[in-house]
T-cell receptor, first 111, second 114 residues
Framework: GESVGLHLPTLSVQEGDNSIINCAYS??????FIWYKQESGKGPQFIID?????DKRQGQRVTVLLNKTVKHLSLQIAATQPGDSAVYFC??????????FGRGTSLIVHP | DTAVSQTPKYLVTQMGNDKSIKCEQN?????MYWYKQDSKKFLKIMFS???????INETVPNRFSPKSPDKAHLNLHINSLELGDSAVYFC?????????????FGEGSWLTVV
């Protein structure tokens, strides 16, 4: 089946630095992508999404970049704060009811 | 008000037992899911219900059975529990219609089989 994977299981950054979390997908039909943040002891929560007719979308301190050519998307977090420490997931959709997640990247922010 | 609520939050049980985890959503969504998250944070879908009908069923043992009395509830029944069933189980919901929209997750149910 199709899969969504993340390049790095753990990312450590210093407070104030920018963070980049990467995600590769394999389903060329995917046209909707979502990033989720999972804090310790909680369920994943929506951060930002992007549709395949866009290559960039910005939110508050977060930016998602989509490169359909290489089937890659990234989540950039500006001025990373300790509260950003969490596991981040990307999920893809392709016209089905099957929301596919990857393993997750653990972001650790050092004060 | 909690959008997606699941109970119990923690469950410790012995091998061979049968247990259930309940889930309710008050968002008016028509699609609900159960996910399993292992110790390495891998989040894998188990079941999806749309308008009270099972529409996907991944390679999950038939010891696991979803039950949906109405579109606001999707309970997970597990028979003959095994050690490998220990994980965090997340209920989630979304508004379907053939597209993946924002999925709202519950807080998770930590299942430990001893």
């Amino acid at each position: 089946g199709e899969s969504v994977g993340l390049h790095l299981p753990t990312l450590s950054v210093q407070e104030g630095d920018n963070s980049i979390i990467n995600c590769a997908y394999s389903n060329s039909a995917s046209d909707y992508f979502i990033w989720y943040k999972q804090e310790s002891g909680k369920g994943p929560q929506f951060i930002i999404d992007i549709r395949s007719n866009m290559d960039k979308r910005q939110g508050q301190r977060v930016t998602v970049l989509l490169n359909k050519t290489v089937k890659h998307l990234s989540l950039q977090i500006a001025a990373t704060q300790p509260g950003d420490s969490a596991v981040y997931f990307c999920a893809e959709g392709g016209g089905s009811y099957i929301p596919t997640f990857g393993r997750g990247t653990s972001l650790i922010v050092h004060p | 008000d909690t959008a997606v609520s699941q109970t119990p939050k923690y469950l410790v049980t012995q091998m061979g037992n049968d247990k259930s985890i309940k889930c309710e959503q008050n968002l008016g969504h028509d699609t609900m899911y159960w996910y399993k998250q292992d110790s390495k944070k891998f989040l894998k879908i188990m079941f999806s219900y749309n308008n009270k009908e099972l529409i996907i069923n991944e390679t999950v043992p038939n010891r696991f059975s979803p039950k949906s009395p109405d579109k606001a509830h999707l309970n997970l029944h597990i028979n003959s529990l095994e050690l490998g069933d220990s994980a965090v189980y997340f209920c989630a919901s979304t508004q379907g219609g053939g597209r993946v929209n924002t999925i709202y997750f519950g807080e998770g149910s930590w299942l430990t089989v001893v």
